[in-house]
């Protein structure tokens, strides 16, 4: 779970700076695109690189999918009997949502890859003017299309954020001052990928980015 976890939140920080590629410009942000494409090159083929990536990827989310399974059908065997009396859940509102937020960050992905990469669901839909298509998705007009990215950036940020915290918890000794670092680093780790994924859409659909 922990070691697929960060392999994703890497890829999470690494798309959300190329993102803010944007404020740069236009053409700064399809260079960016671009750039991607040739990684690795001449050592490898046009687009090898980029793929390698994706079946990284591709690898990573099924690994943490597979292990969130296998935790929960042990947890299901531990206590095969349900209690009869459950007293509220302690813990915070991310760490009771991990299960579903996750299924809500799968579909995400799904749509946003058949929006961005493929362009099935874009109005442009071209692949080598990505910037093109950004703009087009979040217009005034399709204010639905960014709100619903702002609410799955919301569930990838509670995800994320309860996911790191028990990734430092796991590497450090419980004590009352590290549980309080976890809290802190976990939170604002999650606070600025949030900020920094959100900024975008938001930005076009006000208008400070045409
Ligand atoms: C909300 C702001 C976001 C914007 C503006 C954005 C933008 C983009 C763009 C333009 C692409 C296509 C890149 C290309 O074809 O060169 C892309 C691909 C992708 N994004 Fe995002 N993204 C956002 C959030 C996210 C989030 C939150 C996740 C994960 C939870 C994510 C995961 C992916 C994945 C997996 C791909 C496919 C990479 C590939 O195989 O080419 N994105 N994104």
Redesign the pocket.
């Known amino acids: 779970m922990a070691v697929s976890g960060i392999a994703l939140v890497l890829?999470?920080f690494a798309?959300?700076a190329g993102?803010m590629k944007?404020f740069v410009g236009n053409e700064d942000f399809d260079h960016y695109?671009h750039w991607?494409?040739t990684l690795g090159t001449p050592l490898l083929p046009d687009v090898w690189f980029?793929w390698i990536?994706?079946i990284g990827?591709l690898v990573a989310i099924v690994a943490h999918i597979y292990a969130a399974t296998q935790l929960t059908i042990r947890a299901k065997k531990a206590r095969p009997v349900k209690y009869a009396h459950r007293p509220k859940v302690q813990g915070s509102y991310a760490a009771r949502t991990m299960r579903w937020g996750g299924v809500i960050?799968l579909l995400?992905?799904i749509y946003?890859?058949l929006d961005?990469?493929t362009g099935h669901l874009n109005p442009v839909g071209d692949?080598t003017r990505?910037h093109a298509?950004?703009i087009a998705d979040f217009a005034p007009d399709r204010w639905y299309v960014t709100l619903f990215?702002v609410v799955?950036?919301i569930a990838?940020g509670l995800h994320l954020r309860h996911g790191i915290w028990s990734a430092v918890r796991t590497l450090g000794q419980q004590s009352k001052q590290n549980e309080f670092r976890a809290q802190v680093t976990s939170l604002v780790l999650a606070v600025v990928l949030v900020a920094m994924?959100?900024s975008?859409?938001l930005a076009v659909t006000f208008g400070w980015v045409k």
């Open positions: 890829f999470l798309h959300a993102n944007i695109a991607l494409r980029l990536m994706r990827l960050v995400f992905i946003h890859i961005l990469t692949s990505p298509n950004v990215y799955s950036v990838v994924y959100l975008v859409p």
